[in-house]
C-alpha cells in the first residue's frame, strides 16, 4: 500500500525558509521510474507544480520558483525535503507530495496547509 | 514553456447530462504524458485519465479522455451526484517538466 505524509511547520514567518518532510511508504524511490513530486494550491486556487525528483536523483523545478526552491532525498528513510527560501504570504497554501509512477500523479499526500504571516 | 487552457471556467449540469471538458496546450503534448484528476472539497487530487485516454484503476468506466496534439478532452457520459467537483489537467515531460490546468469546476444546475 503506498501512503505519502507530508510534515513542517504550518505557520512561517515572512522571508524565513520553510522545509518540508515528506515520509513514504509502499514503493522505493531507487526504483527505476518513480518520482516524487511537491505540489501547492492556495486557498480555493488551482494546482502548481513545485518540484519533482527521479530515482536517478535528477531534479527539476518550477520555472518561476527554482531560484528559492530546492528538492532532495534520503532513499534509506523513504523521505524527500523541499525546502523553499524567502517566504511571502503569497506562498499561503496547501502544499502536497505525491508519487509520479508509471501513469501519472497516482499517490498523493493529504496536504499541509502551510501559513505565511508575521 | 507549455500552458494548458481548460475551458469552460465552470460548467453547470444536472445528474444523468454528459460533461464535456476541454484542455488545449499551447504547445503540442505527447498524448502519453496528459493525465485528468478530480479534485473533491478538502481532498488531494485523484488521478482519473492518464496517456490521455486510459482510466486509472478504480475508475468508473463513464469516465473517458481523448485527444492528442494541442486539444484535449474528459468526457462524463452520465453524470453521478458524486462526480460533481473540480477537474484539472496535467502534462508530464515537457519543460517545464509538470503543468496543471487552471480547473474547471463542475456544479450541479
Known amino acids: 500500500q503506498v501512503t505519502l505524509r507530508e510534515s513542517g511547520p504550518a505557520l512561517v514567518k515572512p522571508t524565513q525558509t520553510l522545509t518540508l518532510t515528506c515520509t513514504f511508504s509502499g514503493f522505493s524511490l531507487s526504483t527505476s521510474g518513480m518520482c516524487v513530486s511537491w505540489i501547492r494550491q492556495p486557498p480555493g486556487k488551482a494546482l502548481e507544480w513545485l518540484a519533482l525528483?527521479?530515482?536517478?536523483?535528477?531534479?527539476y523545478y518550477s520555472t518561476s520558483l527554482k531560484t528559492r526552491l530546492t528538492i532532495s532525498k534520503d532513499t534509506s528513510k523513504n523521505q524527500v525535503v523541499l525546502t523553499m527560501t524567502n517566504m511571502d504570504p503569497v506562498d499561503t497554501a496547501t502544499y502536497y507530495c505525491?508519487?509520479?509512477?508509471?501513469?501519472?500523479?497516482?499517490?498523493w499526500g493529504q496536504g499541509t496547509l502551510v501559513t505565511v504571516s508575521s | 514553456e507549455i500552458v494548458l487552457t481548460q475551458s469552460p471556467g465552470t460548467l453547470s449540469l444536472s445528474p444523468g447530462e454528459r460533461a464535456t471538458l476541454s484542455c488545449r496546450a499551447s504547445q503540442s503534448v505527447s498524448s502519453s504524458y496528459l493525465a485528468w484528476y478530480q479534485q473533491k472539497p478538502g481532498q488531494a487530487p485523484r488521478l482519473l485519465i492518464y496517456?490521455?485516454?486510459s482510466r486509472a484503476t478504480g475508475i468508473p468506466d463513464r469516465f473517458s479522455g481523448s485527444g492528442s496534439g494541442t486539444d484535449f478532452t474528459l468526457t462524463i457520459s452520465r453524470l453521478e451526484p458524486e462526480d460533481f467537483a473540480v477537474y484539472y489537467c496535467?502534462?508530464?515531460?515537457?519543460?517545464?517538466?509538470?503543468?496543471f490546468g487552471q480547473g474547471t469546476r463542475l456544479e450541479i444546475k
Open positions: 496517456g490521455a485516454s
Open positions: 525528483i527521479d530515482w536517478d536523483d535528477d531534479k
Open positions: 505525491a508519487r509520479i509512477g508509471y501513469h501519472g500523479i497516482d499517490y
Open positions: 496535467q502534462q508530464y515531460g515537457s519543460s517545464p517538466r509538470i503543468t
